[in-house]
């Protein structure tokens, strides 16, 4: 009997997933047969929709509605919990670290594969800012997103009870570092969220909130065009939103945020936002990189001069063939990533089965950003829209992305909740240390007959 064919599939996200998801369905009969096989390798057993991070972080979407299960979607993939250390591809040899691993203190364990597939994500892309690695808060993940909100409620109930005036003011001052769709949507739904919460606190009031958004270039929103661009900032600042344009964070040292135009912020909230960067495995693989450090690609996805081995979305640098101007690449953004592990999962089949691969072509449809409840802009097709009509475009075009007829219908329930009654305006901070009140009740009693000495 021949070993079967294993496809290793690094990265459970958007291509990862839909790779698999897309092989699982053209390779059915080698599967059934045993003359194939997928490996998915992820640090996570679910995949992360992240375009709806800020509106779990507002309450409108219950955090476990974000997430896809992959071992539910990938019923027919063998998936494995854990991360990809380094590749050798020139041996078809990956070191993979899991949690057996761990427990059992033997290192990594090196895993055979016969196609590759790279598509482990990006990370925050995080600049020596003095002070970052101790108070900054990032937005990638759902359980950061939660976590942000547990924090923003927590600092108005500090600020409530509190009688030191300082100390009120930096609690009620988030700032928000980064233009894009990441730092603008969190923070205009958490404003919003927070606007709603303050009328049940009867000494904090709305316009004692104070927002801050610091943008190192000279616009916001780059993918939905200038004039739109333009339009979110006249909307943020409308909510007195202090828009900081062509500012950088130079500090956040004892909380203190401190700006390049020499503003200094008092605030116990900095959320960075600021751009990302490829997975730092990429840098463990013998595969050739850009001087951005994504994987040179063919238009095809396949890693250049690396036979077997295939990359796309955020650590891929694909070239984009209905691009104008020679040389240009597909932006790495969740359009493409979907998209290209299409193409990516059918020229996998198509090579074990010896027949031609095809090009990735797809010409950007444009973009959709949300600014809070009943707000957004857009710019799809040419077509420019803002206010009502582009959050709910915003809201159309993700449930149609979201993965799963599960997910769509209670993320559609959820919307039509959330419309008909109250927000939910409750921390639960709590979650992010389960065992700390049964600490303290497993905690011997203090002797009443012990005295601190003098």
Known sequence: MTEPARI???GGGYVGMYTALRLQRQLRAELRAGAAEIVVVTPEPYMTYQPFLPE???????PRHVVVPLRRVLDRCRIVIGEVRSVDHAKRTASLATLATA??????VDLTYDELVIAPGS?????????????????KTVEEAIGLRNHVIEQMDIASSTRDPGLRDAALTFVFVGGGYAGVEALAELEDMARYTARYYHNIKPEDLRWVLVEASD????????EMGRYAIRELRGRNVDVRLETRLESCEDRVAVLSDGTRLPTRTVVWTAGVRPAPVLAATDLPRNER?????TAQLAVVGAAHAWAAGDAAAVPDVTAEEPGAECAPNAQHAVRQAKVLAENIAASLRGRPLKEYAHAYAGSVASLGLH???????????KGYPAWLMHRAYHLSRVPTFNRKARVLAEWTLSGLFKREIVSLGSLEHPRA?????AAPPPDPGHKPSS
């Open 103 to 108: 427990e059992e203190g033997t290192g990594t």
């Open 293 to 297: 450090g994504r994987l040179r690609c």
């Open 219 to 226: 616009r916001i929103l780059p993918e939905v065009g200038e």
């Open 8 to 10: 290793l599939v690094v």
């Open 437 to 441: 009140e049964f600490e303290l009740a």
């Open 56 to 62: 779990a972080a507002a309450g409108s979407i219950s």
């Open 375 to 385: 707000k957004g802009v857009a710019h799809v097709y040419g077509r420019k829209l």
């Open 123 to 139: 990370v925050s892309r995080t600049l020596p800012v003095p002070g970052l690695l101790d108070h900054g808060i990032g937005f």
